[in-house]
T-cell receptor, first 110, second 112 residues
Framework: GEDVEQSLFLSVREGDSSVINCTYT??????LYWYKQEPGAGLQLLTY?????DMKQDQRLTVLLNKKDKHLSLRIADTQTGDSAIYFC??????????FGPGTRLSVLP | DTAVSQTPKYLVTQMGNDKSIKCEQN?????MYWYKQDSKKFLKIMFS???????INETVPNRFSPKSPDKAHLNLHINSLELGDSAVYFC???????????FGPGTRLTVT
């Protein structure tokens, strides 16, 4: 079955860019999502990309997809303390359940 | 106008008890889910319920049973609670399988 991996921790300075990486194993994955979880809260959908796209930009967020390497990344520009959270990558194919990565805990240092 | 709501937010109970967690979505979605998040924040899907078809994660003990009285509700009933059931349980919904999922705020279950 699908396996999704992420680094567990990332620390950046306020104002720097953050890059959170995700790798997956199923080359037929067609829908790829990023979710944010703040302490004590549920998961909030941030953005998503379809497998026929290489890049998607949404304000401070940029998603890059390398299908050949099965690698997805989320770049957060001008990272703020409010961006401190756990970021989950999730991948799926049509008609299938999501497979979530283990989450990357982003710490933003002042 | 909460999209996905869960009750209760916190649940503390003793081993061996039976408890239920309720979930409601007002998004008109056809698919609902239950996830378990452990202390390391790993998310594991337990069930998905799509157009009255239940898809069960085979690793979920049969002490856990989802019940869907209608399309907007998917409740989770747990029998004979064990210490290892302590976790945060999230309900989610989506338009269909593979579509973006919207999560509830979670129910923190503590079994003593």
């Amino acid at each position: 079955g699908e396996d999704v991996e992420q680094s567990l921790f990332l620390s950046v300075r306020e104002g720097d860019s953050s890059v959170i990486n995700c790798t997956y194993t199923d080359s037929s994955s067609t829908y790829l999502y990023w979710y944010k979880q703040e302490p004590g809260a549920g998961l909030q959908l941030l953005t998503y990309i379809f497998s026929n796209m290489d890049m998607k930009q949404d304000q401070r967020l940029t998603v890059l997809l390398n299908k050949k390497d099965k690698h997805l990344s989320l770049r957060i520009a001008d990272t703020q303390t409010g961006d401190s959270a756990i970021y989950f990558c999730a991948v799926t194919t049509s008609g299938q359940n999501f497979v979530f990565g283990p989450g990357t805990r982003l710490s933003v240092l002042p | 106008d909460t999209a996905v709501s869960q009750t209760p937010k916190y649940l503390v109970t003793q081993m061996g008890n039976d408890k239920s967690i309720k979930c409601e979505q007002n998004l008109g979605h056809d698919t609902m889910y239950w996830y378990k998040q452990d202390s390391k924040k790993f998310l594991k899907i337990m069930f998905s319920y799509n157009n009255k078809e239940l898809i069960i994660n085979e690793t979920v003990p049969n002490r856990f049973s989802p019940k869907s009285p209608d399309k907007a509700h998917l409740n989770l009933h747990i029998n004979s609670l064990e210490l290892g059931d302590s976790a945060v349980y999230f309900c989610a919904s989506s338009q269909a399988l593979a579509y973006e999922q919207y999560f509830g705020p979670g129910t923190r279950l503590t079994v003593t």
